[in-house]
């Protein structure tokens, strides 16, 4: 039940989405006629609608296998100089290899040698696309400020969203104890004094300073707040300083989601209807911007921040559809580089679902239990047999097969090409490599910055072999000892590749049996 940071198995499941969309795009255009397909293209606004409406406007065969093959050849730049507005300010990204930043690679290429800033693109396609198409899609408000049925319009839509954000957060907490709801909710947080000291302030506004100056250094052991800095934020973020928008924008978590803690803390029996009547004026509050023309750059600041936060819930969404274990994702472009965590249990039912063509079977860790052969009390007892649900077109899973294959046949996992051979036939293998090296870091008022305490090191191999097996390989190390460590995720490919061996024989014996549903190691 551990939440890790595996790097960039991420990957897998930003690709996953982004395949997922191109086949959402042609489902949604592959009958129109191409003025049809020029004229949507003329409106559309994100990278990704653009580019399928262009390629079904000029394919000869809008099948969506080939679709898919050309979005996998689409190609993005690797150039780490850009600035990207994510989690609510400025950052940027790095490859792991310098030598790869002047390239612009395919998106297959970027999966196969694991590159950092064409994901982080991928993404913020991804990130986009669903701003601009969700339905009601807070973007599609701010096209015309002066439609006399604007104010109407936004009241309606505030009302409606909001109800649908509640339900969400709900969601999110309705089945854990109160503490356990304060926790889940400071761990999707990136935590700095300011942030914690405003959603403390607000969840607890009756505490006194010192209460949260405890909560303060359990949260930031490595901080040295003195007591006057601790007051001075105890004053700054008191009751009434800011309204629930501001808020939230200060701890860049969505408004309405701070509200609800709070409302569990003073009601923890409360039920969704009590919470939906008890929200009404926040509701109306916590979109009040889009009704404000004043100080237009604050505005859209805050806009971004709020539209890249509800594209998170969608993509949250789609994640736990196949397999994602938590309840949240970070809203921030770094969750294609594994800053949302994950569990290798989860990548493995992530690759058995696109090993077994799109279909999630339940998991089944004891297949028969046999007793008492030969006597009056034999007894033989096998699970039930039950079928699978379809979260995946079976065109996609078989394009993210070829891609993860491609990383073991010339990627980060060649070391394992050609290592499951039965007289002369390769049985093909595929895989997604990651490593996660989690440390403080420390940046002074000037802007340097110096590398901290390691809090801990992995490296996962998520792979399928075959076309029935799968599995997740990781080491992991936790605590201070970690940054002694400097293994990557050629440990865990090295490790399968040694007991290539003693799993050939049960692949073989495998095969020569009935078909059957994939299975995990």
């Known amino acids: 039940s551990s939440k890790l940071e595996l790097?960039?198995?991420?990957?897998?499941?930003?690709?996953?989405?982004?395949?997922?969309?191109?086949?959402?795009?042609?489902?949604?255009?592959?009958?129109?006629?191409?003025?049809?397909?020029?004229?949507?293209?003329?409106?559309?606004?994100?990278?990704?609608s653009r580019w399928s409406l262009d390629y079904l406007a000029t394919a000869s065969d809008r099948s969506l296998p080939l679709m898919l093959e050309a979005a996998l050849e689409r190609k993005y730049s690797a150039s780490p100089a850009e600035s990207f507005f994510t989690g609510g300010g400025l950052h940027t990204f790095n490859n792991f290899r310098k030598e790869d930043n002047g390239r612009t690679p395919t998106v297959r290429e970027s999966l196969r040698e694991s590159l950092n800033l064409p994901f982080v693109r991928i993404m913020q396609d991804i990130v986009r696309y669903t701003v601009h198409q969700a339905p009601g899609g807070s973007a599609q408000l701010l096209a015309d400020r002066s439609d006399p049925r604007r104010r109407d319009y936004l009241e309606r839509f505030a009302d409606r969203e909001g109800k649908v954000f509640l339900q969400r957060f709900w969601r999110k907490y309705v089945a854990?104890?109160?503490?356990?709801?304060?926790?889940?909710?400071?761990?999707?947080?990136?935590?700095?004094?300011?942030?914690?000291?405003?959603?403390?302030r607000y969840l607890y506004p009756d505490d006194d300073s010192q209460a949260m100056a405890r909560f303060l250094k359990e949260r930031l052991p490595e901080e040295s707040l003195s007591?006057?800095?601790?007051?001075?934020?105890?004053?700054?973020?008191?009751?009434?300083?800011?309204?629930?928008?501001?808020?939230?924008?200060?701890?860049r978590v969505h408004p309405l989601e701070l509200w609800l803690v709070r409302h569990l803390i003073n009601h923890?029996?409360?039920?969704?209807?009590?919470?939906?009547?008890?929200?009404?004026?926040?509701?109306?509050?916590?979109?009040n911007w889009l009704f404000k023309t004043r100080a237009k750059n604050a505005q859209d600041s805050r806009i971004r921040t709020m539209l890249e936060v509800e594209a998170f819930l969608d993509i949250h969404q789609r994640w736990q559809r196949?397999?994602?274990?938590?309840?949240?994702?970070?809203?921030?472009?770094?969750?294609?580089?594994?800053?949302?965590?994950?569990?290798?249990?989860?990548?493995?039912e992530l690759m058995?679902?696109?090993?077994?063509?799109?279909?999630?079977?339940?998991?089944?860790?004891?297949?028969?239990?046999?007793?008492?052969?030969?006597?009056?009390?034999?007894?033989?007892?096998?699970?039930?047999?039950?079928?699978?649900?379809r979260v995946m077109l079976p065109e996609v899973a078989a394009a993210l097969r070829d891609a993860l294959s491609q990383v073991v046949e010339g990627g980060t996992a060649r070391r394992l090409a050609?290592?499951?051979?039965?007289?002369?036939?390769?049985?093909?293998?595929?895989?997604?490599?990651?490593?996660?090296?989690?440390?403080?870091?420390?940046?002074?008022?000037?802007?340097?910055?110096?590398?901290?305490?390691?809090?801990?090191?992995?490296?996962t191999f998520v792979f399928y072999i075959g076309d029935r097996f799968f599995?997740?390989?990781?080491?992991?190390?936790?605590?201070?000892?970690?940054?002694?460590?400097?293994?990557?995720?050629?440990?865990?490919?090295?490790?399968?590749?040694?007991?290539?061996p003693t799993l050939l024989p049960y692949l073989i014996d495998a095969d020569k049996g009935c078909p059957q549903p994939a299975v995990s190691p």
Request: charged letters at 20%; zero cysteines; a negative charge.
């Open 418 to 459: 050609g290592s499951f051979n039965h007289d002369g036939q390769v049985v093909r293998v595929g895989g997604k490599t990651g490593t996660g090296d989690n440390r403080l870091i420390s940046v002074s008022a000037g802007g340097a910055r110096t590398v901290g305490r390691s809090t801990s090191r992995t490296a």
């Open 352 to 389: 058995g679902i696109i090993v077994n063509d799109g279909v999630r079977l339940p998991t089944r860790r004891i297949e028969s239990l046999h007793f008492g052969e030969d006597t009056p009390y034999e007894t033989a007892m096998t699970t039930a047999v039950s079928g699978g649900e």
């Open 322 to 348: 196949l397999g994602y274990p938590f309840d949240h994702l970070v809203p921030s472009l770094a969750t294609a580089l594994g800053s949302s965590g994950d569990r290798p249990v989860a990548l493995a």
């Open 176 to 200: 854990k104890n109160s503490a356990d709801r304060v926790d889940t909710f400071l761990d999707g947080l990136r935590q700095t004094p300011d942030r914690l000291a405003a959603v403390y």
């Open 7 to 48: 790097g960039s198995t991420a990957k897998l499941r930003v690709l996953a989405t982004y395949l997922e969309i191109i086949a959402e795009l042609h489902a949604r255009y592959q009958e129109q006629p191409v003025e049809v397909l020029k004229k949507a293209f003329s409106e559309s606004k994100d990278n990704l």
């Open 227 to 251: 007591d006057k800095r601790i007051e001075g934020l105890y004053q700054q973020y008191r009751p009434g300083a800011f309204d629930l928008p501001d808020q939230g924008y200060i701890a």
């Open 471 to 500: 599995g997740t390989l990781t080491a992991y190390v936790a605590g201070e000892q970690a940054g002694a460590f400097t293994f990557t995720s050629a440990l865990p490919v090295q490790v399968l590749k040694s007991m290539a």
């Open 268 to 287: 923890p029996e409360s039920t969704l209807s009590e919470a939906i009547a008890a929200s009404g004026a926040e509701r109306q509050l916590v979109y």
